[in-house]
């Protein structure tokens, strides 16, 4: 399948999809593709943001602060491993049997299918602004995203025996 495709069916039967990405093998690579692709898009959904700031602030350009959050994007790929090892070491004192290998795919699966909702997410900030607008959506992203990262996680710890290894 198609990563649109499993992104979609992520928000109905993110473990199965879980199963399906497991199942593929480990492949370093295209786990950090997935992550990478996850960070693009949600780079993509401040856009908006960031162009209001610029907007409502002329001493702040555009550009600057686009370069400045591709960057902090990309500063923070070693923290989405910590947390991904974190959440392992975690799980395996929970009893989970999987591998650090399943708990990265769990994590950037999630961030990539949790990415078209921070899209809307973006575009609420960019558009209305902070308020109980943006406070709605950014907390209907985080629910998303937890519960199709404890999902996949679940798939990887407890189901998956050797998480993908």
Known sequence: MSATDDILRSY???RAVMRSLLARGRSEPWALSILLAALAVIFVAQWPRLSRIAHLDPDQPLTGLMLGTGLAALAALPAFY???GASHVIARALGG????YGARLALFWALLAASPLMLLQGLVAGFIGAGAQLTFVSAAVGLVFAAIWLAALRVAEFEHPGGGA
């Open 82 to 84: 910590l947390l991904a």
């Open 97 to 100: 049997r999987g591998s650090f």
């Open 12 to 14: 109905r039967a993110p």
